[in-house]
């Protein structure tokens, strides 16, 4: 992560995050329903290993640089659709 540009499209990892949610539910109209964890929204999410070598050393303030600049398909641990987990 030393190495790794925080802002090589020209957004910080915290502001691509809420593109990817709050403002992807907002632009689709969807906002009242999606985009946040809210009581009441859909949950459609993925939770990744800490435990996975890339994330492991992270600390808390880089973890989302982390997840967002670096974590792939290896570091998933959980799917959920609908609030139903699909992958353990």
Known sequence: MLNNSRSVCGLSPE??????????????????SAGSLEIGKYFDAV??????????????????????LSAGN??????????VDRKT
């Open 15 to 32: 502001k691509l995050l809420q593109c990817a949610t709050i403002d992807g539910a907002r632009a689709l109209s969807l906002s009242s």
């Open 47 to 68: 939770s990744f290993s800490l435990d996975s070598p890339l994330l492991a050393n992270s600390l808390p303030d880089t973890l989302i640089d982390s997840l967002v």
């Open 74 to 83: 290896r570091e998933i641990s959980h799917v959920f659709v609908s609030g």
